[in-house]
């Protein structure tokens, strides 16, 4: 189908946000919070800089589901990543990127995910709702082809890394 030209990473990170903590009879306090998270990197940058660069700096930006606080979701989203099950009404659609939120009910970003015998390609890349219609298509026309071995690999590392916790 297509060669190999894209190399997929998955990077550690911190998202940090502001939270305003009330207390009783004093002014509300200012409460920076940090959480590990994972992030698609495409060919050393961010996936989301290049899939939407507006959103990309935007501290509510869309991030993969894959993180320590949730292991069961980080699982189902490694595996939905490896052409596993999806849920019905995602349409045969992967989401990548969620709200920070992770609530499926929020926009998050998906693709078609296509398996050959030695790639695998993201493309038709679409802003979803929760019934995985596509609501809004990237205006970036973006396909990803990767090196399957190398892939399905990185996939399991991360499978294995949240199935021991």
């Not at 959103?55 to 189902?76: I, K, T, V, Y």
């Not at 990548?96 to 890349?125: E, K, N």
Request: a negative charge; charged letters at 30%.
């Amino acid at each position: 189908m297509n060669e190999p030209i894209n190399t997929l990473a998955i990077v550690d990170g911190y998202m940090e946000w502001t939270e305003s903590k009330f207390r009783w009879f004093r002014p509300r306090q200012e409460v920076t919070r940090q959480m590990p998270v994972h992030e698609f990197y495409v060919d050393g940058a961010p996936l989301l800089s290049l899939i939407d660069p507006d959103e990309a700096d935007d501290p509510d930006r869309r991030m993969p589901l894959l993180d320590r606080d949730h292991p069961r979701e980080s699982l189902d989203q490694l595996r939905q990543l490896l052409g596993g099950p999806l849920p019905a009404d995602r349409n045969g659609r992967t989401w990548l990127l969620y709200c920070q939120c992770g609530d499926p009910g929020c926009v998050g970003l998906s693709t078609r995910i296509i398996f050959t015998d030695t790639t695998v390609v993201w493309t038709d890349f679409a802003w979803d709702n929760i019934f995985g219609n596509p609501i809004e298509p990237v205006e970036v026309d973006r396909t990803f082809v990767f090196e399957r071995a190398g892939y399905e690999k990185l996939m399991h590392d991360m499978i294995r890394s949240f199935s021991a916790r």
